[in-house]
């Protein structure tokens, strides 16, 4: 079976959606002729031509204000954003609009926009590049919030991103790019809003996603020398959220740590805890506990590996549920 | 080049270094020792840059955005600022920092991924963090000059980013603001023709300098691989600052003879025809020609600036290859004025995790 | 001079590795600091390398056309010792490393934008986890922590109630009523009779009807699994799918046995019971037969001779059957050993028993005679070799020197993994055993 990077699997995605329908449109900074700083649309101008697949000025505002009226003349726009703390000037358009023009047009309008985000760390980038923003989008009522951890994964989210009707905020873990997974690329049905067991256990459930899902695999593994199995729930939608996977695997081990990397204070792992506390409150052997970035901006490369979860820090908020 | 041959453009020296504007060139306040002081920083920016290039591909630096070709227009327009002025860097603002005397490990510090911002007390060296979110600091420096203005310094902000980020919204609110609030700033374009990959042409259907207009205030197109031409130009817009309250756009016309960054390809896109006919306007060429033909300079002065242009450079390797990374618990302390619970309790947790690992990097 | 190893640093993009496209340099070359050495293709570019040293070029690690992982030998050089280029490079190679930078961070795997990506690793002293005591068969009790909590200071193991509340939730009212039971129970059982033993009265008490009413004539009544239950289905299940068990009996004449823990509960006013002295003695024959006290582990292929000797004693009890532990049994005299199975088998009954108590025996005694029973084929406390089980001591007609007597007799069955122990070794055990139990002075030799 041929092995394929989570980058091409994107960049097939693309394809075929630029294929399969003619109304969606790649635009952005530096895809065309460069095809992204990360070669995601590497060749698709070349092959859909500039009409569908082109270089914007540099604006993010700009790139996420015109996909909004793209959408309201018919078209479906993929627009990228180069890296995560770049997407902070289009927020204004994200917020006030692509997530609420349905809404204010008493569900009349959609809006089928899938805004492709590179983020999160663990790469040695500089500052601005290594940045976690799921929460923005995530606390946006409106928006669709897809964080796929594996290649195959990607390729059909991305396929359920563009197919649905509403906005989806589409992050792609940097750190995984280069990942590599045996397998297909062909569309295998895969909805939004499904969690995915990576590994069973029994004894505490780590919940994950994005680029801390390979961490919490090897924490599992490291747990597993100790005679501790550990589930590993990677969420892959962050909104809407899986909450019958997330509160089953709750119940049914009792212990929950929640891994990302963002700042701890109002990161998402906030809401995993609410949703497990508030469903599954009378199955806990243990607090829920979180293992995340500290409260500092992302700190600069050569320090964040103390930054970042680490298969310890897990493991050490694992032992805590354990002996509680 | 069409922009070349563009009547708007205030050039002193041709590519050849011939004075083509003798009346310019005369009204220059610049003494002999300041225009060897021109080539010598621009000369040093140029060795420095080539050095973190190479630092970069050896593994020293994170990532490196060179500067090369666009010597002229950082070293004019930052050796007519006046001792208070303030600069508001982008990212690729080495030659102004040559030129403004900051610490150039320091800088560096920040490519190397040790910490960000760049620049300890960027109030007093009058120096601004650098800055990556692309057109950002127009505004700082638009607040900068009015906080200036209204304790009535007579200072001035002068505003570095590219032709890319006229396409921002920041910029274009940070002109509407100088224009209305009539703020003491330059605004130094350094169009070097591409943005990552995207060319001018599909940056902007306008020329940048005539932007200005739409704020009410001038724009002035300068040859940004003039030296002196770009320092006329920022002299100029400082002295309309500071007797007008007028700002000024200065779209430095020049030429990006590197990559955008140490992680670009940009045999991907940019033409090499192109990069070969800017090659024959390499600033430092000209200017020296210009320096030898007036007399103002023997071998022994280029060899002296050589060799002064490499210890500096070897004064950056020096410092920042195998520098160690900053102490992550250090960092807490960064944030506020003081360290909240919540947060003295993550510093604790990293520290506990630190000294149970023991020295960095010790384990097989 | 001295060696230095250039590595393939990464190139900005976090990438893998390399191509190499062209060498710019040839092994013999002196080259200064910065002198191109070598053209590379990447993912992303095409990019040339400059020399972080300046010294003779010794070794190219690759051809053209070839690839290199980031972070492997390039380029091998020969430079003067002390020469300053690359102050962290000689550091580096001090150091035994190769490339400059690498002492500056983590190791790094490529990836993109920057350094590349850092390992998922686990420091040197990574923390140890131990499982979790209960539920580590996917069992639920439904309890506020709250409740949890109160179980928890009471001794009551939730999955062993029925809740009350909502959906089966268990309330604090649950615990404490549970409480209060098994507090009674346990003032109850320290009476004399309350430990096993072998008198006619007690085994009447043992086989009390259990408290659960049948189903009506005629109708079927489902019973849900859970709970201990569940886990004595699941681990004898376990047991019985995966060992091979082979039962031998031994009868033995109980005199001196007897003559014995009379003596000892004259002298130490604790009650010793014959049950206790076997388990004593049990541990001494374990140590003359290692195989006994073992486990077998098909997945590592090994048998596993345990050096402790922690005997589980099957106990009844109103939730269902525990194994309460009296630990390193060979250390300790009979007297101790009957306090001590008194205590943790009154505690698993209580419900107050703690982890410790509850797990980690290295072979099983199940009195079987308690209840009435002359002889049984016990099944193996799972991942155990052994179990004993002891019928009823009884006086019973023997032969001896020819003449019918009467002796009090008790049949011992042992239980054995064939994978561990043949036959011949489990009868040359239990051969040992009994006679150790009908010999006044190996009995008496025993630690009192």
């Known amino acids: 079976m041929p092995e394929v990077t989570m980058a091409q699997a994107i960049n097939q995605g693309l394809r075929r959606a630029l294929t399969d329908d003619d109304r969606v449109l790649v635009f952005g900074e530096d895809i065309g002729k460069l095809g992204g700083v990360f070669r995601i649309t590497d060749r698709l101008q070349e092959e859909f031509g500039e009409d569908r697949v082109f270089d914007t000025p540099l604006a993010e505002s700009a790139i996420l204000g015109v996909s909004i009226g793209l959408a309201m003349a018919g078209w479906k726009p993929v627009p990228e954003i180069q890296f995560d703390a770049f997407s902070y000037p289009a927020l204004d358009q994200v917020i006030s609009h692509v997530a609420k023009y349905r809404f204010r047009s008493a569900g009349t309008v959609s809006m089928p926009i899938v805004m492709r985000l590179p983020v999160g760390g663990a790469v040695g980038a500089a500052e601005h590049h290594s940045e976690s923003p799921e929460v923005y989008y995530a606390h946006t009522a409106g928006l669709k919030v897809v964080i796929p951890s594996t290649p195959i994964d990607a390729f059909n989210l991305l396929l359920a991103s563009i197919r649905d009707p509403d906005p989806v905020i589409y992050l792609e873990p940097k750190a995984r790019y280069w990942s590599k997974e045996p397998g297909e690329l062909e569309p295998n049905g895969l909805p939004i809003g499904a969690a995915r067991v990576l590994r069973e256990g029994a004894h505490g459930t780590l919940v994950t996603w994005g680029g801390m899902v390979p961490r919490c695999l090897a924490a599992a593994e490291a747990a597993a020398e100790d005679g501790v199995e550990l589930e590993v729930l990677d969420l892959r939608c962050l909104v809407p959220l899986d909450l019958d996977r997330l509160i089953a695997s709750a119940r049914k081990t009792g212990r929950v740590v929640v891994v990302h990397e963002a700042p701890m204070t109002a990161g998402f792992g906030g809401e995993v805890v609410a949703r497990v506390v508030e469903d599954a409150f009378e199955y806990l052997e243990a607090p829920v506990l979180r293992v995340t970035g500290y409260d500092l901006p992302y700190p600069p490369a050569t320090v964040e590996e103390h930054y970042l979860p680490s298969v310890d820090r897990i493991l050490l908020a694992v032992q805590r549920t354990l002996t509680f | 080049m069409e922009r070349a041959e563009d009547q708007t453009i205030v050039r002193i020296l041709d590519p050849e270094g011939r004075v083509v504007d003798p009346e310019a060139r005369q009204a220059l306040d610049l003494k002999e020792e300041d225009l060897r002081s021109l080539y010598r920083f621009m000369a040093l920016s140029r060795q420095v840059d080539l050095e973190c290039t190479a630092l970069q591909r050896q593994g020293e630096l994170a990532v490196y955005p060179p500067l090369i070709g666009q010597e002229a227009a950082q070293v004019g327009s930052a050796f007519a600022l006046g001792e208070e ?280 | 001079m001295a060696e230095r190893v250039f590595n393939l640093p990464d190139l900005g993009e976090g990438l893998e590795d390399a191509e190499i496209v062209e060498w710019k340099v040839a092994p013999g070359d002196d080259v200064e600091l910065n002198r191109p050495l070598v053209e590379v293709n990447t993912a992303k570019a095409l990019v040339e390398i400059p020399s972080p040293f300046a010294g003779r070029v010794t070794t ?386 025993l630690p009192r």
């Open chain 2, 85 to 364: 002025d303030f600069v508001f860097p982008s990212y690729r603002e080495v030659g102004v920092a040559v030129v403004r005397d900051i610490d150039l490990v320091e800088y560096m510090h920040f490519h190397r991924g040790t910490r960000h911002g760049g620049i300890d007390d960027p109030v007093g060296k009058r120096f601004g963090e650098i800055s990556v979110p692309v057109s950002s600091q127009t505004l700082h420096a638009v607040g900068w000059a009015m906080g200036a203005q209204k304790d009535g310094r007579n200072a001035c902000a002068i505003v570095y980013f590219g032709d890319g980020a006229t396409s921002q919204g920041d910029f274009h609110e940070a002109c509407n603001f100088a224009g209305v609030f009539r703020t003491p700033v330059v605004f130094f374009c350094q169009n070097n023709a591409w943005a990552i990959s995207v060319p001018l042409s599909k940056q902007t259907a306008a020329p940048i300098w005539r932007k200005a207009e739409a704020y009410g205030f001038p724009g002035v197109r300068v040859d940004g691989n003039d030296v002196l031409a770009s320092y006329a130009v920022t002299r100029e817009a400082l002295d309309r600052a500071r007797t007008e309250r007028t700002p000024t756009l200065i779209e430095a016309v020049t030429y990006r003879m590197g990559p955008h960054s140490t992680a670009d390809d940009r045999t991907r896109y940019q033409p090499t025809e192109e990069i070969d006919r800017w090659q024959e306007l390499d600033p430092l060429v000209r200017f020296r020609a210009f320096l030898q033909s007036e007399g103002m300079v023997d071998p022994e002065f280029l060899d002296r600036v050589e060799r002064d242009a490499k210890d500096l450079a070897a004064s950056v390797r020096a410092g920042i290859a195998g520098a160690p990374p900053r102490d992550i618990r250090e960092m807490f302390g960064w944030m506020w004025g003081d360290i909240p619970a919540h947060l003295a309790r993550q510093r604790d947790e990293v520290a506990a995790l630190m000294e149970a690992e023991g020295p960095e990097d010790g384990d097989a």
């Open chain 3, 60 to 445: 190219l690690h690759g051809e053209a056309g070839g690839v290199v992982a980031v972070g492997q030998p390039l380029v091998t050089f020969e430079v003067e010792t002390g020469a300053p280029p690359s102050a962290e490079g000689e550091a580096a190679a001090a150091a035994g490393q190769a490339s400059p930078g690498d002492a500056a961070r983590p190791k790094r795997e490529a990836v993109l934008v920057g350094y590349g990506v850092g390992q998922e690793k686990t420091g040197r002293r990574r923390p140890r986890l131990r499982p979790p005591d209960r539920r580590d068969e996917g069992n639920e009790a439904r309890a506020t922590p709250l409740v949890r909590r109160l179980a928890r200071e009471k001794g009551i193991d939730l999955t062993s109630l029925r809740g009350s509340g909502p959906d089966g939730r268990l309330t604090r009212d649950d615990v404490l009523k549970a409480a209060t039971k098994t507090g009674a129970r346990a003032t109850a059982e320290t009476s004399p009779e309350g430990a096993p033993h072998t008198t006619p009265g007690e085994v009447d008490a043992a086989v009390a009807p259990s408290n659960a009413a049948a189903p009506r004539r005629g109708e079927e009544e489902r019973v849900a699994v859970r709970g201990v239950r569940r886990l004595i289905a699941q681990k004898m299940a376990r047991s019985w799918r995966e060992i091979p068990h082979v039962t031998t009996f031994h009868t033995v004449d109980a005199t001196h046995v007897e003559a014995l823990r009379r003596e000892l509960t004259e002298e130490s006013g604790t009650k010793v019971s014959a049950l206790s002295v076997v388990v004593r003695a049990l541990a001494e024959v374990c140590r003359r037969h290692p195989k006994l006290n073992a486990s077998f582990h098909p997945d590592a292929g090994e048998i596993v001779l345990k050096g402790s000797y922690h005997v589980g004693i099957a106990a009844d009890s109103e939730r269902g059957l525990l194994v309460p532990v009296v630990r390193d049994v060979d250390a300790k005299g009979i007297t101790r050993v009957a306090r001590e199975l008194a205590e943790v088998v009154e505690a698993a009954r209580a419900g107050r028993a703690t982890p410790d108590q509850l797990t980690g025996s290295t072979i099983t005694v199940t009195n079987f005679g308690v209840f009435g029973s002359e002889a049984g084929t016990p099944i193996i406390n799972h991942p155990e070799a052994a179990i004993l089980g002891t019928g009823r001591i009884a006086d019973r007609a023997v032969v001896i020197d020819g003449q019918v007597e009467v002796r009090p007799t008790l049949t011992l069955a042992l239980s054995f993994d064939h994978r561990v122990l043949d036959g011949a070794d489990a009868d040359r055990a239990m051969t040992d055993l009994t006679r150790l139990l009908e010999s006044p002075f190996r009995l008496g030799a």
